[in-house]
């Protein structure tokens, strides 16, 4: 902004001139970042808007009536905005609110059992001494690696002898103990000084006592990353439901969106969309609320 | 881990680094103290979790069709495993998964790396447009799935119009075709994974070493020989998780082709996990799913291995 030199008391001429090529060269200096910074801002936001594409779409058709959902070319902003594609898929005949209720309802089972569970799992791994723990320790590290796709088959065939199948239970229940929650909250709990707990004991405190008002209170940015990772997770799933739930009534979202369909068996674009749009806000909401603790349980959960 | 009770914490230095070391209070509490606190959890695990690992190894001995009911399990030894080695379906499918996760990682891993770099400059908007590239990874896959069967509809999808507008003559069918259909769901995964690897590197990007940049710059060094001497190798371990993660994750997942194609058209999209869940919970034969499952899980746990020693050898090296 001073390309013009500004007047000195400075009679040198030679003084003078250094000054007027300092500052000419700052302004160029500051264009050409500027320059850089938009030369690299620019194609990677229209880079952005094509990864985006494709929920521009799903928004736009979700407000169409289904006959023009393929209009050649495509018509990105609706003649007359189709609201009712909402209310049908809220309020109508198949409506996903109950879907939406269970959803609702594992989420949250899930993620308060495993908050409770894993914390105090992860706290003993990491701060207390015991008889077995190493044993025990190696036996969570093998499980670990065991992909939840191997053990659908047993699972299944347990809930159906315990009348699990086909209820909310089948998700919710493995979902509470898991060995991935434990090993973040153990590794959280390593990295805090043992002195509290030492300093606690001399004054008398019991375990309960040292982990509930010394430790609990300082892990909670980890308990609450690891309740947004539970919370994704459990939202997300549709491979678990799949498997384990058969009636409508139980169907959680996921499922629940593959039930639109027309006449002919053949998906409803239109009530389809505006089902799947609903799905998404609330992992959206969660999103930009926790923007940053959120890509910290990420990367977290990377670098364990 | 008597003397650390015995002698005061601060006597011998031995003591202080141990306690530190280990992060560890020194003194022993109760050990029934430390069995409560895990019960739960272990309790969960070894129910939901270690019990069907015992279980699916006994049933990948056995034959059993769930429709003739417990009764009906049959003791075969190792039968299943020798016929997963005979299994044309087998091999078929362990081929589309080589290649699907072998196009579909290395890309996302390159898409998020590229995405990582741009990101790490000073560019305008950056937090937004992290979260931009990130949301594909946070939508559930049937909301994605459906919404990408219509994109890419051979006749009326998006994709197809575009191209139609260059002139191309013969339009891939995509989800239609069984030579597209694997492109297809390789292109939607890309699209799905990159915004993740792109969160991993950045953080990691961010701990670059910026001495040693400062050091590369003065002797002159130019970007690329910056990228390929002090970058890539400081990426090297995030590189092999996200490989191992990512594979492992893309090998193992089936929803998106069950709610899409369905393994199909043909067997064009039956993969290992995608046959496994067929056979199971399609067929219903358990007894040779199992099998499946286990010569599946064991393949990719030694190529996790492999990947990881490799990494360690390279690491050790530089």
């Known amino acids: 902004m001073t390309d013009t030199l500004h007047p000195t008391r400075d009679s040198s001429t030679q003084q003078v001139e250094s000054r007027t090529s300092a500052a000419a060269r700052d302004a160029l200096h500051r264009r050409r970042r500027r320059l850089r910074r938009w030369g690299w801002g620019i194609p990677l936001w229209i880079l952005a808007l094509l990864f985006l594409l494709p929920f521009a779409w799903m928004i736009s058709t979700s407000l169409k009536p289904d006959v023009e959902a393929f209009t050649v070319p495509m018509q990105w902003i609706p003649n007359d905005f189709r609201w009712e594609n909402y209310t049908e898929v809220l309020f109508g005949e198949r409506s996903i609110l109950p879907a939406f209720g269970n959803s609702v309802l594992v989420a949250l089972l899930r993620v308060l059992g495993e908050l409770a569970t894993a914390t105090l799992a992860g706290y003993a791994f990491a701060k207390l001494r015991f008889r077995g723990r190493n044993v025990v320790f190696i036996v969570y590290l093998a499980t670990s690696l065991i992909p939840a796709q191997l053990l659908l088959v047993p699972r299944f065939v347990y809930f159906q002898q315990l009348g ?17 929650g434990t090993f973040l909250m153990r590794q959280f709990f390593v990295s805090q000084p043992g002195e509290f707990a030492e300093a606690a004991r001399l004054d008398g405190a019991n375990e309960f006592q040292i982990f509930f008002r010394v430790y609990l209170p300082n892990a909670l940015p980890m308990i609450s990353a690891l309740a947004i990772l539970t919370f994704v997770w459990s939202w997300n799933d549709y491979e678990s439901p799949l498997v384990f739930l058969s009636s409508p009534e139980t169907f959680t979202l996921p499922l629940a969106l593959t039930n639109f369909t027309d006449e002919t068996g053949a998906m409803a674009p239109g009530i389809a969309m505006a089902a799947a749009v609903i799905s998404i806000i609330p992992i959206l909401v969660v999103f930009l609320i926790f923007q940053r603790r959120f890509v910290q349980a990420m990367t977290e959960s990377a670098l364990k | 881990m008597t003397t650390a009770t015995t002698t005061p914490p601060a006597s011998g230095p031995s003591t202080a680094n141990r306690t530190r070391r280990t992060g560890r209070a020194p003194s022993d509490p109760k050990p029934l103290v430390g069995w409560l606190f895990i019960a739960p959890n272990l309790l969960g695990v070894l129910l939901f979790t270690f019990v069907p690992l015992v279980s699916v190894v006994l049933l990948s001995f056995t034959k059993w069709n769930l429709v003739s009911g417990l009764e009906g399990i049959e003791f075969v030894g190792i039968d299943n495993f020798l016929f997963v080695l005979q299994d044309p379906k087998f091999w078929r499918s362990l081929l589309i998964t080589v290649v699907y996760a072998g196009v579909a990682v290395p890309l996302t891993l390159v898409v998020g790396l590229l995405l990582a770099t741009a990101l790490n400059r ?13 949301i594909p990874y946070i939508v559930n896959v049937v909301a994605i799935g ?31 075709s069984s030579r597209w259909a694997l492109p297809a769901l390789i292109l939607v995964t890309i699209w799905a994974q990159a915004g993740y690897a792109c969160l991993i590197y950045l953080s990691a990007l961010q701990d670059a070493p910026e001495q040693l940049y400062e050091a590369a710059r003065i002797d002159g060094a130019g970007r690329w020989r910056m990228f390929r001497a002090i970058t890539w190798p400081s990426l ?27 393994g199909g058209p043909g067997s064009s999209t039956t993969t290992l996990s995608f046959y496994m869940y067929q056979t199971s919970f399609q067929f219903y034969r358990f007894g040779y799913a199992s099998a499946v499952g286990l010569v599946t899980f064991l393949g990719i746990f030694a190529l996790m291995l492999v990947m990881w020693r490799l990494q360690r050898g390279r690491a050790l090296h530089d």
């Open chain 2, 236 to 262: 090297l371990p995030t590189s092999v998780f996200l490989l191992i993660t990512l594979f492992v994750g893309i090998s193992q997942s089936f929803g998106m082709i069950a709610l899409i194609t369905n």
């Open chain 2, 146 to 176: 459906m919404t990408w069967m219509m994109l890419l509809d051979p006749s009326a999808g998006l994709l197809n119009q575009f191209l139609g507008n260059f002139g191309a003559e013969s339009l891939p069918g995509w989800f239609a």
């Open chain 1, 164 to 180: 699990l199948y086909d209820s909310l239970w089948a998700l919710i229940l493995p979902g509470m103990f898991t060995v991935l």
């Open chain 2, 122 to 134: 000073d560019v305008p908007g950056r937090a937004l447009l992290r979260a931009c590239f990130f």
